[in-house]
Each structure stands twice: as C-alpha cells, then as structure tokens.
C-alpha cells in the first residue's frame, strides 16, 4: 500500500454492520439477480445510445442508473435540482464532487448528474460495472503512481474544457459516513481551475428508515464504531459502507439483505472556480458545504 494514498479507519467489521431489518435468503436472491440483470442490460445497451441526441442520452442513463439502485432494493431520495440540460456550446462543463461511502454512489450521483467518472484503475477489472464504466467514458486513474497526477489533471481539465461533466469523489477512498469523512484532494479541483469549469458539491448518505407498522421485524445485529451520538428518526445505513479490503460480492449481499435502505442524495449550490483563489481553498469549500449540510432538512423531492 502507498503510504501517501488517503486511507480511512473504516472496516467491514466495524463500520458495515446493519441495525435493522433483515430481508430473507429468497427476496435478498432475487433483488441480487435483478440488479445484476439491470446492471447487464445497461452493458448491453450502451452501444446504442452514441446515437441518440445528448438530451435524450442522458435522461436514458439517468433512469437506468436510478433503476440500478432500485433494483438492489434501495429507495431513492432525491433533495435539491437535478441537472439540467446539457452544457451550452463553447462552455466549460461541471466537476461534479461527492462524499464517498458505497459502489452505489456511482449509480446514485448517475441518477443526477451523468457524466464522466474519475475511478481508480482497479474498476476497470470489476464484472459487469468494469466493463459499462469503460463504455460510459470513464476517466481510470492509477492511484499507486503519484508520477501520473499531473497527467490525471490534465485529462480532467481538457474533459471539463470540451463541455463534459465529470464526476469526482476526492476523498480519495471511500468512509462508511458514519463519521465526518475524509479531507478533498486538491488535485481535480486544479483541473476545474485550468478549465474554468463549475464545481457542484453533492452530499450523499444512506438511511435506514424506521420499521413501518407492516410486516414483521428481522433480525438485527450491532452496529459499532463511527456511530454519531444522539437518535435521529433514521440511523445511518451501515451496510450500503464499501470500506477497507471488503469483497464486492459481500458488500453486494449486504445490501440486498438490509431492508428500509434509503439513498440519498442532495444537490447543493454551485461553486464557480473562478471565484477562488486557488485549488486548496476550492477544495475545502467545497468540502467544508457537505460536511455541514444537514441530513435531516426536510426532503424538497423525493423519489421512490
């Protein structure tokens, strides 16, 4: 392991656990086999959508990636405006940065603001998402090489300079959020600089909603470290965390299994690069606007 890579203290063991109920082996198959299917038919269809217009391309990824999360029997909350039409021609496009916690963020932020990913080379190699991340233009980066940054920002700025929108997650790694997270990399938001580019912050979460009066309770099973103090009328969702050396197909079963998971994502104000007077100060606004944003304001749209 690099010693100068972002590292975060959150392990399976400690951070991944669910608190609350439980979906039988059956229903937790099931949902397993349509997001794996939905996952699929984007792969499938893919090839086919470099010939639609961009509009239409996009609101066909954004229902598709919606759906991938749905599929893995996740509810979707959605708080702020979603994107709209495409960058103007001529325009810089939008660095699109978000707090890291699951593979789902990928999917998620999709459902809002598709664009290219920034992942580290290792996706490239995953069944199924491996594969659809190359086809969709995601940017792969080699976080083991510091030697290959300059390159990195480099290809992000002459992205963001052609009007594309790129999705970044600066954390560098990913945190159960559970805790107050990880500290923004300044790297890519030197790319939004060079490019001129907008940045928009995202925060994401992930809740487990309380029982409802229907149904009848699973089992439960403790949730340590990390946890904030107080009760809110939702916990954070231990087993939607992606951490440490976890297998994806643990991490996958985990979810599947935790009924009342609810991922949400809220759009914040956007930050013109411009206005800042270098790339550090950039990116501790922008982190400094998710950490303080509120996860329990009062949803404005909600999708299920």
Request: one cysteine or more; charged letters at 20%; hydrophobic letters at 45%.
């Amino acid at each position: 392991m690099n010693p100068w890579l972002p590292t975060a203290p959150c392990t399976p063991g400690t951070c991944a656990g669910h608190d609350g109920r439980v979906r039988g082996r059956p229903a937790a198959a099931a949902l397993l086999l349509a997001g794996c299917l939905w996952i699929t038919a984007g792969a499938l269809g893919a090839p086919f959508l470099a010939v639609l217009g961009a509009a239409r391309r996009e609101r066909l990824i954004r229902r598709w990636a919606y759906g991938v999360v749905r599929a893995f029997g996740v509810r979707v909350r959605i708080t702020g405006a979603p994107a709209g039409p495409g960058t103007a021609p001529g325009a810089a496009g939008t660095l699109v940065v978000a707090n890291h916690i699951s593979w789902l963020d990928i999917p998620l932020v999709a459902a809002v603001f598709p664009g290219r990913m920034l992942a580290k080379s290792e996706i490239r190699g995953w069944p199924l998402l491996g594969p659809l991340a190359a086809r969709g233009g995601t940017l792969f980066v080699e976080r083991d090489r510091l030697r290959a940054l300059p390159t990195t920002v480099r290809t992000i700025a002459s992205a963001l300079h052609g009007g594309s929108r790129v999705v970044v997650f600066p954390e560098g790694t990913t945190w159960c959020g559970r805790g107050s997270g990880g500290r923004f990399t300044p790297a890519a938001f030197q790319a939004a600089i060079d490019a001129g580019a907008t940045v928009r912050p995202v925060r994401l979460s992930y809740r487990v909603e309380p029982s409802r009066t229907t149904g009848t309770p699973g089992r439960t099973g403790p949730v340590r470290g990390c946890r904030p103090a107080g009760h809110e009328s939702s916990a954070p969702a231990g087993a939607a965390a992606f951490v440490g050396d976890d297998p994806l197909i643990a991490s996958l079963w985990r979810v599947v299994t935790a009924a009342g998971l609810t991922a949400e994502i809220r759009v914040l104000p956007q930050i013109p690069a411009a206005d800042r007077p270098d790339r550090r100060d950039l990116a501790r606004r922008a982190q400094t606007a998710i950490a303080n944003e509120s996860a329990n304001r009062p949803p404005e749209s909600v999708h299920h």
